[in-house]
């Protein structure tokens, strides 16, 4: 079992990570539940496959849950699924010293997250993730997102949760195309700051991938301490170092929204990442080794590398302009995570409009040959 702080004062919390962990939930969530019941925001598929253990995990402790299961999928991240939610949590009876649990992957993390942010002008949120890129990423850090059509997580807000709950063994129940996906962020974590473990990744991440239980729990605890040191240094993504967790995103918040979320976020973080690269190496930032490099091992867990396989009927100027109205963007400004090297990221806002459309425009030109 291992225990990592993030460290926010009065606002810090405790992450457990445990395999084993979801069948002794109870005891964890004793002190949030009231008269022995406590919400819980689900999806069917998680409900099927994690359900019964989280159920049985709580009633070892007298706790009943009182379940909200929505349908999975990106699509369930939108203005009607929110407000539905909220009145179903309003329902419950669910007040300011309650607590809603987000039982399952980024969708329910960032939709049960933002419901609980903004219901009654905030209640308490507990999250336990069963998705490998909600365990190193969603699930830490606060922030709360639904989609619009202009884009991916364009409304939202931070609101800490009070204990995150993380069980490996939840991840032997996720489809293989979504552990693959998750493992995107994984990677992201050595790409930002930490050569070492991007080494570690590329002699681990088939065996990860694979089942062993060891080396998932080293691969989450090692995210999840980066992710704390980060947050704690800049908890609302104020210009600080939070901003080199967006490394690869601008570009894939693009591509989901240009592929109508076709591709699952993970995936385009895999694609975006490696574009962030090529482009640091265009502008002679890197070496095109290291582009190379982070290539050849997504590709060789099977993640998308190139736009291509992302089958994008839109050109680069149509990217670009998506890019533009990220929310990442400042004072009209396109604010790139770029990288000198394996581990070195860093925020570039000086890249023109212009010439990221014509570089993504390169990168496709092989899809119409």
Not at 106 to 135: C, Y
Not at 136 to 163: E, R, Y
Request: negative net charge; hydrophobic residues 45%.
């Amino acid at each position: 079992m291992t225990m990592v702080n993030v460290d926010l004062g009065d606002r810090s919390y405790p992450v457990r990570i445990e395999s084993g962990g979801l069948d002794w939930a109870g005891q964890m969530l004793a002190p949030y539940a009231r008269d022995g019941r406590i919400v819980v925001v689900t999806d069917r598929n998680v409900l099927a496959a994690q359900g019964d253990r989280l159920t049985e995990g709580l009633s070892r402790s007298g706790i009943l849950p009182d379940g909200i299961v929505i349908a999975p999928g990106e699509d369930t991240k939108d203005w009607s699924h929110l407000a539905r939610l909220i009145d179903d949590l309003i329902a419950r009876g669910v007040g300011r010293g309650d607590h809603v649990v987000a039982f399952g992957g980024g969708v329910i993390g960032d939709l049960a997250g933002f419901a609980a942010a903004i219901l009654k002008r905030g209640v308490g949120l507990i999250h336990l993730p069963t998705s490998l890129l909600a365990m190193v990423d969603g699930s830490v850090g606060g922030k709360t997102a639904i989609n619009t059509p202009a884009g991916k997580n364009m409304v939202g807000a931070f609101h800490q949760p009070s204990l995150v709950l993380i069980d490996p063994d939840c991840l032997d129940s996720l489809p293989v195309r979504e552990l693959r996906a998750g493992y995107a962020e994984v990677v992201k974590y050595g790409l930002i700051s930490d050569p070492d473990f991007f080494a570690w990744c590329e002699a681990n991440g088939a065996v990860l991938l694979a089942g062993e239980q060891a080396v998932r729990e080293q691969a989450i605890a090692t995210c999840v301490r980066m992710k704390a040191a980060i947050v704690a240094e800049d908890e609302r993504d104020s210009g600080g170092r939070r901003a080199l967790l967006n490394l690869g995103h601008s570009f894939a918040h693009a591509i989901e929204a240009e592929s109508g979320y076709r591709l699952l976020h993970g995936e385009a973080v895999a694609i975006g990442l490696c574009l962030a690269f090529r482009l640091s190496a265009e502008r002679g930032l890197c070496a095109d080794e290291d582009a190379e490099r982070v290539e050849t091992h997504l590709r060789a867990v099977a993640l998308p590398t190139t736009l291509n396989e992302a089958g994008l009927p839109a050109d680069g100027e149509r990217l670009a302009e998506r890019i533009r109205n990220d929310k990442k963007a400042v004072d009209g400004k396109v604010r790139l995570i770029l990288a000198r090297g394996i581990g070195e990221a860093f925020v570039a806002d000086d890249v023109p409009l212009e010439e990221i459309a014509a570089f993504l425009d390169r990168r496709r030109q092989p899809l119409d040959a």
